[in-house]
């Protein structure tokens, strides 16, 4: 039974679901010692949720999520953490670990290719169909072409890139919303991020797309709630930050916490919680942002009537205290009820809306000389109707050379258009003396599209005498980029693999 399966990279954890395509049903992915599970409060009562830590050790093997912490590496420096939030803004961050020099990149390629292994080993990789990246709105071509890379490198073509913003959306059910303005309401354990949205219509990859027109971002989330928990607890015991967010958890649940933990009693109540916050500032400090956001909106004609919905996700919303302050503040315009996990489930949605494969328009042909020189011939090389992404070739076809010594082959690469219906018509008269009603058509139209940067494949050695000297295979990627594999048969080597040439329609 083949499966769809949503990456949620956020900043502390990932979340990982899959969709069973033939029973439509969803679950979470648990991957076994690299996960770690959290007791999530939602209406529907608790639930536990596999989650795997954004984090990758390099020591004398390489640890991923939960290992880091069952092996005791969360402290080591060659540990990487917040990788996302570094991909964010550009800086790669590279740091010397043993005798190699190690990237934030690299370190969130290494996570994921870990992941992704380890989701083929669990369901099998035949069948898994196709994996979506979900990447948040105000980075997303960054985060894209990181992705991009990052699938080019280990070969991976089914996939496809959705922002957050599009993936709560969906998962709220409000796809009668597109062209509406939202606000999309991210609260993490790290951070807190307000966008003033609207999700608009693609004729491109992603079909869905979100439109920023303002954002707010702070420092501030469900960690700053662990911390009041540490600091409670100071005086009568050192209590770890994951001990302090197991019992803000137990909180979420239950209005009161009651624990002996190394033989000292704990006692905490969710009541007395709030007023620590409170003293603190942290609910104050929430309200301003709040109306900041609506103060920036307004200098784009947005006002707070018209927002109808505030799409709410994050793992720290379910966190009773925050999401009490945003239910005052927006009232029924909040959803949240699927807060927990509407990122990652929104994504499977936006896959079946989308559709998996989507089809080249046009026929494109390869042009090339005649056997005697004295003209051109076009190969097609792709049909118009190729459903795409494609793996194992659409085409493969064997070039000689053209005259001894040759030391490059030039592809020409031509869109071929079919004429629509001409108004010039004629009336005739057929063998059997009918009468007919005849269209003159103009001869196939042939588009030279990669004129300005033709793909140049080096020959060296130069060719020798009507030799069979290159296997030229061509796919398409997720984004219609025709993909070109060149083998060199004199020297057994493959000179280009899946290389990126033009944009087809």
Same mark, same amino acid.
């Given at each position: 039974? #083949?499966?769809?399966?949503?990456?949620?990279?956020?900043?502390?954890?990932? +979340?990982?679901?899959?969709?069973?395509? %033939?029973?439509?049903?969803?679950?979470?992915?648990?991957?076994?010692?690299?996960?770690? @599970?959290?007791?999530?409060?939602?209406?529907? !009562?608790?639930?536990?949720?596999?989650?795997?830590?954004?984090?990758?050790?390099?020591?004398?093997? &390489?640890?991923?999520? +939960?290992? *880091?912490?069952?092996?005791? =590496?969360?402290?080591?420096?060659?540990?990487?953490?917040?990788?996302?939030?570094? &991909?964010?803004?550009?800086?790669?961050?590279?740091?010397?670990?043993?005798?190699?020099?190690?990237?934030?990149?690299?370190?969130?390629?290494?996570?994921?290719?870990?992941?992704?292994?380890?989701?083929?080993?669990?369901?099998?990789?035949?069948?898994?169909?196709?994996?979506?990246?979900? *990447?948040?709105?105000?980075?997303?071509?960054?985060?894209?072409?990181?992705?991009?890379?990052?699938?080019?490198?280990?070969?991976?073509?089914?996939?496809? &890139?959705?922002?957050?913003?599009?993936?709560?959306?969906? #998962?709220?059910?409000?796809?009668?919303?597109?062209?509406?303005?939202?606000?999309?309401?991210?609260?993490?354990?790290?951070?807190? $991020?307000?966008?003033?949205?609207?999700?608009?219509?693609?004729?491109?990859?992603?079909?869905?797309?979100?439109?920023?027109?303002?954002?707010?971002?702070?420092?501030?989330?469900?960690?700053?709630?662990?911390?009041?928990?540490? %600091?409670?607890?100071?005086?009568?015991?050192?209590?770890?930050?994951? =001990?302090?967010?197991?019992?803000?958890?137990?909180?979420?649940?239950?209005?009161?916490?009651?624990?002996?933990?190394?033989?000292?009693?704990?006692?905490?109540?969710?009541?007395?919680?709030?007023?620590?916050?409170?003293?603190?500032?942290?609910?104050?400090?929430?309200?301003?942002?709040?109306?900041?956001?609506?103060?920036?909106?307004?200098?784009?004609? *947005?006002?707070?009537?018209?927002?109808?919905? *505030?799409?709410?996700?994050?793992?720290?919303?379910?966190?009773?205290?925050?999401? %009490?302050?945003?239910?005052?503040?927006? !009232?029924?315009?909040?959803?949240?009820?699927?807060?927990? @996990?509407?990122?990652?489930? /929104? #994504?499977?949605?936006?896959?079946?809306?989308?559709?998996?494969?989507?089809?080249?328009?046009?026929?494109?042909?390869?042009?090339?000389?005649?056997?005697?020189?004295?003209?051109?011939?076009?190969?097609?090389?792709?049909?118009? /109707?190729?459903?795409?992404?494609?793996?194992?070739?659409?085409?493969?076809?064997?070039?000689?050379?053209?005259?001894? !010594? +040759?030391?490059?082959?030039?592809?020409?690469?031509?869109?071929? %258009?079919?004429?629509?219906?001409?108004?010039?018509?004629?009336?005739?008269? $057929?063998?059997? !003396?009918? &009468?007919?009603?005849?269209?003159?058509?103009?001869?196939?139209?042939?588009?030279?599209?990669?004129?300005?940067?033709?793909?140049?494949?080096?020959?060296?050695?130069?060719?020798?005498?009507?030799?069979?000297?290159?296997?030229?295979?061509?796919?398409?990627?997720?984004?219609?980029?025709?993909?070109?594999?060149?083998?060199?048969?004199?020297?057994?080597?493959?000179?280009?693999?899946?290389?990126?040439?033009?944009?087809?329609?």
């Amino acid at each position: 039974m #083949a499966k769809t399966i949503s990456i949620f990279f956020n900043n502390v954890n990932l +979340q990982i679901y899959c969709q069973d395509e %033939d029973s439509g049903k969803i679950e979470s992915v648990d991957l076994g010692d690299i996960s770690t @599970n959290v007791e999530i409060k939602t209406p529907q !009562g608790t639930e536990t949720l596999p989650l795997v830590p954004a984090m990758v050790c390099y020591e004398d093997r &390489i640890y991923y999520g +939960q290992e *880091v912490f069952t092996h005791k =590496k969360a402290s080591s420096p060659a540990t990487f953490r917040f990788m996302k939030q570094y &991909i964010s803004k550009g800086q790669h961050l590279p740091r010397i670990i043993g005798d190699q020099e190690i990237s934030t990149f690299q370190a969130a390629a290494d996570l994921l290719i870990n992941i992704i292994d380890r989701i083929h080993d669990l369901y099998g990789k035949d069948q898994v169909a196709m994996i979506v990246f979900i *990447v948040e709105p105000l980075n997303f071509q960054l985060f894209a072409s990181t992705i991009e890379e990052f699938c080019l490198r280990i070969g991976l073509i089914n996939y496809k &890139i959705v922002d957050e913003a599009v993936c709560a959306l969906l #998962a709220y059910d409000l796809a009668n919303q597109i062209d509406q303005h939202l606000v999309y309401l991210i609260f993490g354990y790290t951070t807190i $991020d307000f966008y003033l949205i609207k999700i608009v219509e693609s004729n491109r990859e992603p079909r869905l797309q979100s439109v920023i027109i303002c954002s707010l971002h702070k420092n501030y989330g469900g960690i700053d709630v662990d911390k009041a928990i540490h %600091d409670y607890f100071a005086d009568k015991l050192h209590l770890g930050m994951k =001990k302090a967010r197991e019992i803000r958890g137990k909180l979420n649940v239950k209005p009161h916490y009651h624990e002996k933990v190394d033989g000292i009693e704990l006692s905490l109540s969710r009541r007395d919680l709030y007023q620590i916050l409170e003293q603190k500032g942290y609910g104050d400090e929430l309200r301003v942002l709040l109306r900041d956001l609506f103060d920036l909106a307004s200098g784009f004609g *947005v006002t707070y009537d018209n927002i109808e919905y *505030v799409l709410g996700c994050g793992l720290g919303l379910p966190t009773p205290y925050y999401h %009490d302050i945003m239910k005052d503040f927006f !009232g029924p315009k909040l959803l949240s009820h699927k807060a927990h @996990n509407a990122i990652p489930v /929104g #994504a499977l949605h936006y896959l079946r809306k989308e559709g998996r494969q989507s089809t080249i328009k046009a026929d494109y042909a390869l042009r090339s000389r005649t056997a005697k020189g004295d003209g051109y011939r076009y190969d097609i090389i792709v049909p118009k /109707g190729t459903p795409y992404p494609t793996q194992n070739g659409i085409t493969s076809i064997i070039a000689n050379g053209f005259f001894v !010594g +040759q030391l490059e082959v030039e592809l020409d690469i031509f869109r071929m %258009d079919q004429p629509e219906s001409s108004s010039d018509r004629e009336i005739v008269i $057929d063998d059997t !003396g009918r &009468i007919m009603m005849e269209e003159n058509l103009a001869e196939e139209q042939q588009s030279f599209i990669n004129e300005a940067r033709p793909e140049i494949i080096p020959l060296d050695p130069p060719v020798l005498d009507n030799e069979q000297r290159l296997e030229i295979v061509f796919d398409i990627s997720l984004n219609r980029d025709l993909l070109i594999t060149v083998k060199d048969l004199r020297r057994n080597q493959t000179i280009w693999k899946r290389r990126k040439s033009v944009r087809l329609e």
